[in-house]
Nanobody
Framework: QVELVESGGGLVQPGGSLRLSCAASGFTFSSYAMRWYRQAPGKGREWVALITSAGGSTNYADSVKGRFTISRDNAKNTVYLQMNSLRTEGTAVYFC?????????WGKGTQVTASS
């Protein structure tokens, strides 16, 4: 079965950096686009970034463009989110997402807190 496991979250000061990872299993990872979402306290889930199956194309929400970078390693079945210049409004649980056979799969998420 499809499994997604996020890691790398933590507490960081505003302006700092973190790198999130999402390890995938149970499907042919290299055949599917991958996405990152986030959910801040009291708010709905927000799309953050997308990377195509071979990694040749990426897209970002306006709120993170120029500060976050999505990448993937198909040999390791892992997708990454490098987050630089983190802002307090970036405090959220971050989830990776795969759409396989028209079904959405989610990990349990990793908490990112940007606070001084």
């Amino acid at each position: 079965q499809v499994e997604l496991v996020e890691s790398g979250g933590g507490l960081v000061q505003p302006g700092g950096s973190l790198r999130l990872s999402c390890a995938a299993s149970g499907f042919t990872f290299s055949s599917y686009a991958m996405r990152w979402y986030r959910q801040a306290p009291g708010k709905g889930r927000e799309w953050v970034a997308l990377i195509t199956s071979a990694g040749g194309s990426t897209n970002y929400a306006d709120s993170v463009k120029g500060r976050f970078t999505i990448s993937r390693d198909n040999a390791k079945n892992t997708v990454y989110l490098q987050m630089n210049s983190l802002r307090t409004e970036g405090t959220a649980v971050y989830f990776c997402n795969a759409r396989v056979a028209c079904e959405d799969y989610w990990g349990k998420g990793t908490q990112v807190t940007a606070s001084s």
